[in-house]
């Protein structure tokens, strides 16, 4: 009686650790990718793009999203926007991949560096499906068109941004989105071209965020510890002055460090207001959204001759801070 219960006991742990298991399996599964859930467009629409984003809960990539969407409504275009969970070239590879061998008319996607994206490229036109780069470029990628910033000039202006608002000797420390991202390289060789001019300006260390606030508020106390003389801090992407300012609050709230920002989110804007950013090298992102629908309507059948479209990036003090839309840039 006693061995029966027992069986009994151990079956039912087992059946409750299995249903766990399973319904664990499902969810984290699910969460690895999002994908938006009703992707079967109807008749209606005249094309159906997908826009495949750097990370889900970004804000600018939201923005990104943003503007892609306004430019969907007016084409009458189908647009499935996906990105991986959290950042990383792997899984966007991943999704590229599906996207291609799904049935959709043009793919909007970050450059990636490496072989492999540009195998997919390459897979892409076989089937005469037009791949646009937002954000960041690989153009021997044989991508259709680039929509984003120029990024080694963006990173020329924050070079500028400090060569122009310091005096004295200056000890740089960096705060980049990811190592293996081309427009962070990229903004790294723009920023070293400007500071390379100016032999009181000196670049000690750099370390990533992973896009997020937090990681740069991490960052930013690495480099502080390994490197005390730093006396200027850039973050190359959209939250990584938000998470400087962080960061320099817990560790040092009394130390004087000129801070430069990527983005022109509404935090960041709101931290120049406050004097905490002196200043922030705007994007644009939903006008990059925006502009890389327009251009793979264009792009239907045909090949467009503009194709690099730059948006324009700023160098953005306070006093130099546009009137705000309410929750743009
Ligand atoms: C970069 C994007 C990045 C974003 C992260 C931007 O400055 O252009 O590549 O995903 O920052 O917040």
Not at 18 to 41: D, H, Q, R, S, W
Not at 113 to 120: A, C, H, M, S
Not at 236 to 247: F, K, Q, R, T
Not at 288 to 311: H, P, S
Request: hydrophobic letters at 35%.
């Amino acid at each position: 009686m006693r061995g029966s219960h027992t069986r009994m006991f151990i079956y039912l742990t087992a059946g409750i650790l299995f249903i766990i298991c399973v319904i664990g399996m499902l969810y984290y599964g699910y969460k690895t990718f999002y994908i938006e859930k009703n992707v079967a467009p109807s008749d209606e629409y005249a094309y159906h793009f997908a826009l495949i984003g750097e990370e889900t809960e970004n804000d600018y990539w939201k923005r990104v999203e943003k503007g892609a969407r306004e430019a969907a409504a007016e084409e009458d275009i189908y647009l499935e926007y996906v990105a991986p969970q959290k950042a990383d070239n792997e899984s966007a590879l991943k999704l590229l991949d599906r996207m291609i061998s799904s049935n959709v008319d043009g793919i909007i996607t970050q450059g990636i560096e490496g072989q492999r994206f540009k195998d997919l490229v390459h897979k892409g036109n076989e089937k005469n499906l037009p791949i646009v780069a937002i954000d960041a470029d690989i153009p021997e990628s044989g991508r259709k068109a680039y929509v984003g910033s120029n990024n080694v000039d963006a990173g020329k202006r924050a070079g500028q941004a400090i060569s122009n608002n310091t005096t004295g000797e200056q000890y740089v420390g960096i705060v980049m989105g990811r190592f293996d991202a081309i427009n962070q390289q990229e903004r790294i060789d723009g920023l070293k071209s400007e500071i390379d001019q100016h032999p009181r300006i000196h670049l000690v260390a750099k370390e990533k965020s992973d896009i997020t606030e937090t990681g740069a508020a991490q960052a930013t106390y690495s480099l502080l510890k390994e490197h005390p003389e730093i006396t200027a801090l850039i973050g190359i992407s959209a939250l990584d002055g938000i998470g400087i300012v962080d960061g320099l609050h817990k560790i040092a709230p009394h130390k004087s460090i000129y801070i430069i920002g990527f983005g022109l989110l509404p935090e960041t804007r709101a931290l120049i207001q406050e004097d905490k950013i002196n200043a922030t090298i705007a994007q644009y992102p939903e006008k990059m959204g925006y502009n890389a629908v327009k251009i793979m309507v264009k792009l239907q059948g045909k090949t467009v001759l503009d194709k690099e479209r730059f948006i324009d990036t700023d160098i953005i003090k306070k006093e130099d801070l546009p009137p705000s839309r309410g929750d743009d840039e």
